[in-house]
């Protein structure tokens, strides 16, 4: 079970726990959910009590089972599975959760895998945080949880997400590497996600064998397959659609079978690039990889 | 509170033994002051189950306790025991006087715990032996799932709302899932496993609790027997005529073999200690039951539990029909149909899904879940089942307790299934079908429900 007690982080409704195992991890959320409960309790009374029933304990007692319930609604709206080997990667994809923490709470789950000879292990920190949203004025609650493994259980990695998935609600997959298609490991997470997220923009030397295998992962229709490399080029994608609207092009395009774009490298900087035709040099910098 | 047993305690000597025992186990500190207090109330009494005057001197250690604590001769006998002894400790318990309740208002009552029987004729000749000693008003046969917090607030859902009875029935449900999930393995338990298996280990007591619950009609009044009268009527309303083909069609037995369970690598079932090589024993069972009434005729419960499997998790779900008309054609999406969830145990809760527009423009349509959780809402943690229990069995409240004509048709629905499994031959549908630990149990579960276009909800 986990080790250290709950920690309150001040000045912001967060807590932090460790846990050595799954069992422990479930416990440790389940502590600070409860905590979080009893606080927002005892916010609550002490205010009514100071109105009503100051140096009364009776009446005290009283208000105290009479009083409202806190009642809370879980506002994640996604678990987030994803899955970094590398501690740079997995620091990424921190940032990243924490960047759309308000827009899409979530419970995220954030695997690092490593040594696979050695024994198996797990070293989970979790943290929980209540956030108000801007505008509506209404709290949002996150969790996030990097687990840390060594061992066998990098091939047994579904094992351990599944009795941290939120019931109903949908499960993305983020999978920061090149994701090892027809892997074992790869498919059993595939089978219990509705959405696979990778970055085809990243993908190593053989980008193209990878492209073909989420092909066919997308062909299956299940788990859906998101390519942020693909979401990346929506600049470039709009802008060659947009050529064929001009009234003299446009006739030609049902005639059109390929397409060719040829890039030229700029010598102020080796990622950017653009193709002969016009370009807003901002929307060239976003691209960072070129066919 | 006094202990009988073989073996040779003094009062002092398990008086320290139970502290020790509430130090490790209780969910609250001990305060010594109360400890010390309450503990001057703990009894022993060394005594065999079988020898009458052993009993006797039972009956006398009783009544001197009575004149010391002033405890008006109230008795509540809870049998801790391999159930092989209810019959002698009842037996002579009785011929000791001990059933007899006295005239100045003091009651005699037993509690007993499950299993009550491994099937319909064992289960009647243990109602017997206990009946022919106890009124059926004095026994109180313990399930702890049904004093779980959650469980009791099915009631409190059902019958304290008003707005969900008129949608529960066979016009609004298209169906309802019960699951009972366990990740656990043998845990040491395999010798008894072995005579037990998951369908008169769960299936027989746990949920069919929960169907009865899920399903019955409003009782009269909160109270003990008009409650059980209404869950008894659900379940003789399951059909127990049970033939080969039907049990074949309908119920998916299943054993788990080695496989990953939370990042830990566990070992068969057949490779668990006192489990035999060849075992046949059922550690998953899925199947289909109709209650045959005009509440739920045609509408389909799925129940399914199991060891070994994915995740530790209690739930019913009740899943709403479509609406007839899909009016938004234009949706990208068509939304799932409503579905409560009553989440019984981890993260006890209640969830409702419905549709929503997703806000932008157009109109696309959505699931979205309105999720209330216990835990973060309730700041007081809630007692234990047993807690509860046997609070209310002093308190002389058999409402969460097990009536015996219940226990029957439990066993009435269950104890055919059983018999037709043991008879089959190898190869057959009937036999167990092996699961790698971790999953959700074997495939055929899966071709059960999904012969019906429905799915296993993911949990």
Redesign the interface.
């Known amino acids: 079970m986990g080790g250290e007690p709950i920690t309150m982080v001040a000045g912001a409704r967060r807590w932090t726990a460790r846990a050595t195992?799954?069992?422990g991890i479930?416990a440790e959320l389940?502590r600070i959910?409860?905590a979080?409960?009893?606080e927002s309790?005892?916010a609550h009374l002490s205010a009514r009590a100071r109105a009503l029933a100051l140096g009364d304990p009776h009446l005290a007692g009283r208000l105290d089972v009479a009083g409202d319930?806190?009642?809370?609604?879980?506002t994640s709206v996604l678990t987030l599975v994803a899955v970094a080997p590398r501690p740079e990667t997995s620091e990424r994809a921190l940032d990243a959760i924490n960047t759309l923490a308000t827009r899409h709470p979530s419970r995220a789950l954030v695997l690092s895998p490593g040594d696979p000879g050695g024994p198996?292990w797990?070293d989970a920190g979790i943290s929980a945080q209540c956030r108000i949203a801007g505008r509506s004025g209404a709290e949002t609650c996150t969790e996030q949880i990097v687990v840390r493994?060594g061992g066998?259980?990098e091939q047994?990695l579904?094992?351990?997400v599944?009795?941290l998935l939120i019931?109903?609600?949908p499960v993305v997959l983020w999978w920061l590497d090149d994701p090892p298609i027809g892997r074992h490991r790869f498919g059993d997470l595939l089978a219990?996600c509705d959405r696979l997220l990778v970055d085809s923009g990243s993908f190593g030397d053989d980008g193209g064998a990878h492209l073909a295998g989420l092909a066919e992962v997308y062909a299956a229709g299940r788990p859906v397959v998101h390519d942020i490399g693909w979401m990346r080029l929506t600049l470039w994608r709009e802008l060659l659609a947009g050529l064929f609207e001009h009234p003299l092009l446009a006739p030609e395009l049902p005639a059109a079978r390929t397409l060719r774009i040829d890039v030229l490298r700029t010598p102020s900087s080796r990622r950017s690039c653009r193709p002969r035709a016009r370009c807003a040099s901002t929307s060239c910098a976003r691209a960072t990889r070129c066919a | 509170m006094l202990g009988y047993a073989r073996r040779p305690y003094t009062d002092e000597t398990y008086r320290a033994e139970m502290a020790v025992a509430v130090a490790d186990h209780s969910r609250l500190p001990i305060e010594p002051a109360l400890w010390a207090d309450f503990a001057a109330g703990i009894h022993y009494q060394q005594g065999d189950f079988t020898t009458p005057e052993a009993y006797r001197a039972l009956a006398d250690r009783l009544d001197r306790i009575d004149a010391a604590r002033g405890t008006r001769g109230n008795r509540l006998f809870y049998l801790a025991t391999p159930p092989s002894a209810y019959g002698p400790i009842v037996e002579n318990l009785g011929r000791a006087g001990l059933d007899r309740e006295q005239r100045r208002g003091g009651w005699a009552r037993i509690v007993i715990e499950k299993p009550f029987g491994h099937d319909l004729e064992s289960g009647r000749a243990l109602n017997r032996e206990v009946l022919r000693v106890f009124r059926e008003s004095q026994v109180y046969r313990i399930d702890h799932y049904l004093g779980k917090e959650t469980v009791r607030n099915i009631l409190v859902f059902r019958f304290g709302n008003g707005i969900f009875e008129p949608v529960w029935n066979r016009r609004y449900i298209d169906h309802v899932q019960i699951t009972v999930a366990e990740d656990l393995g043998m845990e040491g338990r395999g010798s008894f496993y072995e005579e037990a298996g998951a369908t008169r280990d769960i299936l027989q007591n746990h949920m069919l609790q929960l169907l009865s619950l899920v399903a019955m009609e409003p009782p009269i009044a909160f109270e003990a027997d008009a409650l059980r009268d209404e869950k008894l009527r659900v379940l003789r309303s399951v059909d127990p005529d049970w033939t080969a083909e039907r049990v074949r069609r309908d119920v998916v037995r299943g054993q788990y073999g080695s496989g990953w369970v939370g990042g830990v690598h566990v070992a068969g079932y057949r490779d668990e200690p006192e489990v035999a090589a060849d075992s046949e024993t059922d550690t998953f069972v899925a199947l289909r039951l109709e209650v045959q009434n005009w509440r739920w005729a045609d509408v389909p419960f799925y129940l399914r539990t199991g060891k070994r499997l994915p995740k530790r998790t209690t739930e019913i779900a009740v899943q709403f029909k479509r609406p007839p008309l899909m009016l938004f054609r234009e949706s990208t999406s068509d939304p799932e149909p409503n579905l409560l969830a009553l989440r019984i145990q981890p993260d006890e809760g209640i969830l409702l899904r419905f549709a929503a527009k997703v806000p932008e423009l157009g109109l696309d349509v959505r699931s979205v879940n309105m999720d209330f959780t216990y835990g973060s809402s309730f700041s007081t943690e809630a007692p234990e089942a047993y807690e509860t229990l046997i609070l209310d069995a002093m308190l002389g409240d058999a409402s969460l307790f097990t009536r015996a004509d219940e226990v029957e048709a439990a066993w009435g629905i269950v104890s055919p299934i059983e018999e037709l499994a043991a008879g089959a031959t190898p190869g057959e549908e009937l036999r167990v079908h092996p699961y790698e630990a971790g999953t959700w149990g074997p495939e055929a579960a899966d071709r059960l429900i999904e012969r019906d276009g429905r799915r296993w909800r993911r949990l």
């Open positions: 195992s799954v069992p479930e389940s959910w409860s979080a409960a009893r309790h005892e319930v806190g009642v809370r609604m879980r198996s797990i493994t066998e259980i047994h579904a094992g351990l599944q009795p019931h109903d609600l219990i």
